[in-house]
């Protein structure tokens, strides 16, 4: 039957495919896919951990003692029962052979059947069974997890066939979760997944940023669809409209297979712009920037036509590492690497900005009551100066292979700023008394806090540019956790103390001659561009897949007629009302 399920745009387009879902667990599961010449070793890693679980029950047994109650003797004959049924076993295997899952991925895959088997079931006291068969699968993950091999980018899936479409056509995969932290996300980048939608998340959580930065469909905040969605149901993703549809039936998957064809189509069309100079009609020329997450994203950067990065966010070199953080001197080949491949253009590297929505690993749970107002971005890195010297000198020493801009993340204080620049010297004069070369770098703070909004001539006393960071901006002058969705309605980019900020900003940095620019979602936001355009900015920096289609607001646009409209905007109440009308 044909149902759908709501949630938050976060990256747009059609994706049509089968639902892979990734179960959750009390033990942190590693979802990727091994090789072909794997399978065989990761059945094995299957069959042993099974094994031991069955070993350890066995000699549970043996140790009761004789007056031990008849329920927990009959609760462990279950458990051994579940593990020794030939047929979880066989499913379990298949998972791994078909599919190329890890052991751990394939036990979870099966047990989501399972569970829903023991749902269907009219007897109550065997849907209760149900959660032997949890506790089983957690003891077998808790030895699987003891010898798991490290999560490792996917490769391509296997080839199956599409059934629905057409025989020689690979199946498509969609990822339907809870949740996933951004570190997974990464995992999953180059893979085989034409979209994913997740139960919970904001439209500016992490996750949903390293989404768009995929380019793939994706909706967030969908509350059940995890619960309600069934291994291999096919499935369609909405992302223009934030909707999963499953088991649609052929005249809907017709329908929108007719969507994604026009949405390839509008994409080619988009990218006769790539060499196109983003200049608007009245002559005004805008610098468009690219957000990366690591160096091999530059690819993409040049490939639409960007003319700089403008945010390498730098925390993902650090995150899912189970506490080993990256050397000086690997810091350096990341930073290189992302200079040489922008051939020349400037790269702007923040500082590692990790805590909240973005922890370094799962282990390292943030148990803050609201950790986005804790130890996080350059807080964290102040309280470890060894840490921020080793990634400063890795930053300095790649700045002697191109133009680097170093940028500061969630500043508010005077004396945090003195700090960090205080330790830039340190790391300068530890280069030289080692002799080696560095280059001269641009320093820079993002305003993303409102002290910092209404501290700017301070700020640009120190700084050389300043770059609005509009996602966590909006979270703290609205005091909305941006990755929960049940406040996401409330996460509103057009609040007039949002706008206020923002211009007074862009302002400030015109007066004093000290270049801004916008990095957060914000400057890629297509309906946002006029307005931006208007209020003065002329530097957006956003993920690669956003920028031609904000090149083309900019070519159709003059500022000099934006500019009274931007200020009336700006000036009233209700400003949604005014951009409806523009």
């Known amino acids: 039957m044909t149902f759908s399920v709501h949630g938050l745009t976060v990256s747009r387009g059609i994706a049509i495919g089968r639902a892979v879902l990734v179960g959750s667990s009390r033990v942190d599961v590693a ?39 008849a329920e927990l003797v009959a609760m462990i004959d279950v458990h051994l029962m579940l593990l020794q049924d030939d047929a979880l076993a066989h499913e379990v295997r298949r998972w791994i052979k078909e599919r190329l899952y890890n052991a751990e991925w394939a036990l979870t895959s099966q047990l989501e059947v399972i569970v829903r088997q023991f749902d269907e079931m009219e007897d109550e006291y065997l849907r209760e069974r149900k959660a032997d068969m949890e506790q089983v699968v957690e003891r077998v993950l808790r030895h699987l997890k003891g010898a798991a091999s490290p999560v490792i980018a996917a490769p391509r899936a296997p080839r ?16 339907v979760a809870h949740d996933l932290s951004p570190a997974d996300m990464l995992h999953f980048k180059n893979s085989v997944f034409a979209g994913f939608v997740t139960d919970v998340g904001g439209k500016t959580s992490h996750t949903a940023i390293v989404a768009r930065s995929m380019d793939i469909p994706a909706v967030v905040g969908a509350r059940a669809a995890s619960h309600l969605t069934r291994q291999d149901d096919w499935v369609i993703i909405d992302g223009d409209a934030g909707v999963m549809i499953v088991d649609p039936s052929p005249i809907i998957l017709a329908e929108y297979g007719f969507k994604q064809r026009q949405g390839e189509l509008e994409r080619g069309r988009l990218l006769r712009l790539k060499n196109t100079p983003a200049v608007t009609l009245d002559g005004q020329r805008i610098e468009l920037l690219a957000n990366i997450e690591q160096p091999t994203d530059t690819a993409a950067a040049l490939a639409a036509g960007a003319v700089g990065v403008g945010l390498f966010r730098s925390e993902f070199l650090f ?17 290189r690497a ?34 986005a ?38 500043l508010a204080h005077g004396r945090e700023i003195r700090q960090t620049l205080a330790l830039l010297d340190k790391a300068r004069a530890q280069l ?15 305003i993303e806090v409102p002290a910092a909004a209404l501290s700017l001539r301070l700020f640009l006393k120190y700084f050389d540019f300043l770059s609005i960071g509009t996602n966590d901006l909006i979270q703290y002058t609205l005091a909305i956790d941006r990755a929960d969705e049940s406040v996401a309605h409330l996460f509103d980019q057009l609040h007039p103390a949002v706008l206020k900020l923002v211009a007074g900003t862009i302002a400030e940095g015109a007066v004093q001659g000290k270049p801004v620019s916008v990095c957060g979602e914000m400057a890629g936001d297509a309906s946002m561009t006029r307005l931006l355009l208007g209020l003065g900015l002329r530097s957006f920096s956003m993920h ?22 931007a200020q009336a905007v700006l000036d009233s109440d209700e400003p949604v009302e005014l951009l409806a009308l523009a």
């Open 31 to 69: 979802h990727y896919f091994v090789q072909p010449d794997e399978v065989e070793a990761e059945i094995e890693r299957m069959r042993v951990a099974r094994d031991t679980v069955i070993e350890e029950l066995q000699r549970m047994q043996l140790d009761m003692p004789k007056d031990m109650p």
């Open 160 to 175: 199956q066939q599409d059934l629905l479409l057409d025989d020689t056509l690979d199946v498509p995969l969609v990822l």
């Open 319 to 335: 995150m899912g590492r189970e506490g080993q953080l990256p050397d000086e001197d690997e810091q350096y080949a990341a930073y």
């Open 338 to 371: 992302a200079v040489e491949g922008m051939h020349g253009m400037p790269v702007t590297i923040r500082t590692v900005d990790v805590g909240a929505d973005k922890p370094l690993d799962d282990r390292r749970s943030d148990n803050h009551l609201n950790p």
């Open 373 to 410: 107002l804790g130890l996080r971005a350059i807080r964290w890195s102040l309280s470890e100066p060894a840490m921020f010297k080793t990634q400063l000198r890795a930053i300095l020493r790649a700045a002697a292979h191109g133009r680097v801009r170093l940028m500061i993340p969630m």
């Open 432 to 446: 030289d008394e080692r002799g080696m070369a560095y280059g001269d770098v641009k320093v820079g703070a993002m």
């Open 544 to 565: 690669p897949s956003q920028l031609l289609v904000v090149k083309q607001e900019i070519l159709r646009a003059d500022t000099s007629k934006l500019a009274p409209w």
